[in-house]
């Protein structure tokens, strides 16, 4: 039970938390959706980062075409939401996630990918059966080294067998290009970008010679989106950490977007004059982009100490810290933080508004 009310500073609500702050959350939303208005390149954001309806709402009205989401789970919580349209960027596989990609393509569209022709012939079997044709893109690897058949011939032939299945109707090709996302120098990731696009922009023009309708060619993430929607022949990308960003992302140069979330704690120890123990520990921070920052103490460095611990280190004794202050951080990497909380505290100018409910966090299948 959350105990809060409308008004509350980050000095009076409870810890660990993680904080929202949705003016500059809404900045966000608009600055990626204010580079593609009007333009060719639609935008359909990931909400694996936030899995929260309310943001994909904002991200709609700011004139996203649907959203992207990693997992058939996040794809449900997205459609009891009223999201209409969703790509599943991820491989469905085996007969719970086959049922259960056909039936919410009876409430809503949900295109699929595939780099397999048996497991879409799966797909196809299935939604024969229920009387419906599932929107699929060929899934091509572009140098992640992940999912994907590789650009090209087998592209080809893997588009040939699909086009093949009467529950399918292919309708264009993603690839997605998350090894560049982070290269730091905005040079040497516009480089490296165009070469991954050119190989998925090719097999895209390959396709069509050879007379498939490819509608959708969809790609790219917060590091590479501005290439990407400049890139001739790319007609969708699919962004996420934009709307919160991250430190790890915060070293990235040139995005232009503004760090939103944050993880506010409380020293709930203080015996040595230059550590505070803090009361967010490896379940309040993710830790796979390394340590999150502390945010407004010069000098201060955090630490896990434990899974519901943290050590804030200081560069010199601090009698101003006192137990019961607040200690906020900056997570490393927002999607794998979010995951772990229930809840977001939005916050606007430093005074809570309300808490979200992250409606999608835990759906991992
Ligand atoms: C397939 C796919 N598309 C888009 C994204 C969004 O990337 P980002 O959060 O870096 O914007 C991801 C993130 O991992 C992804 O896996």
Redesign the pocket.
């Known amino acids: 039970m959350i105990e809060w009310q409308r008004g509350q500073t980050v000095d009076d609500i409870d810890t660990p938390a993680l904080v929202l702050d949705i003016p500059t959350a809404e900045r966000n939303i608009r600055r990626m959706a204010d580079r593609f208005a009007g333009g060719p390149v639609r935008l359909r954001p990931?909400i694996?980062?936030h899995k929260t309806p309310l943001l994909a709402h904002k991200q709609m009205a700011a004139g996203a075409i649907g959203v992207?989401c990693?997992k058939l789970g996040e794809a449900e919580v997205m459609i009891r939401a009223g999201i209409p349209e969703i790509l599943l960027?991820?491989e469905v596989v085996g007969p719970a996630k086959v049922a259960r990609l056909v039936a919410l393509n009876r409430h809503a569209m949900v295109i699929t990918v595939v780099d397999d022709a048996d497991a879409a012939r799966a797909i196809s079997d299935a939604a024969k059966s229920a009387g419906l044709r599932i929107p699929t893109l060929v899934d091509i690897d572009v140098g992640q080294g992940r999912t994907g058949v590789s650009p090209g011939e087998p592209a080809l032939a893997l588009a040939r067998q699909v086009a093949e299945m009467p529950g399918l109707s292919l309708v264009g090709l993603?690839g997605?290009e998350?090894h560049l996302?982070?290269l730091t120098s905005a040079a040497e990731r516009e480089r490296q970008c165009r070469a991954a696009l050119k190989k998925l922009t090719d097999t895209a023009d390959l396709l069509r010679g050879a007379g498939f309708s490819i509608e959708i060619v969809s790609?790219?993430?917060?590091?590479t989106?501005q290439f990407a929607g400049e890139h001739p022949g790319i007609t969708e990308i699919?962004?996420?950490?934009?709307v919160v960003m991250d430190s790890h992302?915060g070293t990235v140069e040139g995005l232009g977007f503004e760090q939103a979330l944050f993880i506010v704690t409380t020293v709930i120890s203080k015996t040595r004059p230059d550590v505070a123990i803090v009361d967010a520990g490896m379940k309040a921070a993710s830790i796979d982009s390394g340590m999150p920052l502390v945010r407004g103490i010069e000098g201060a460095e955090f630490f896990f100490a434990g899974d519901e611990y943290g050590r804030v280190v200081f560069d010199r004794p601090r009698s101003d810290v006192r137990v019961g202050d607040r200690i906020t951080l900056v997570p490393s990497h927002?999607?794998t933080t979010i995951n772990l909380h229930d809840h977001m505290w939005v916050m606007a100018d430093g005074k809570l508004e309300e808490i979200w409910r992250i409606e999608a966090r835990g759906e991992i299948r």
């Open positions: 990931h694996k980062t992207t990693a960027a991820t993603q997605y998350g996302q982070h790609t790219g993430g917060t590091g989106s699919q962004p996420g950490s934009y992302y927002c999607d």
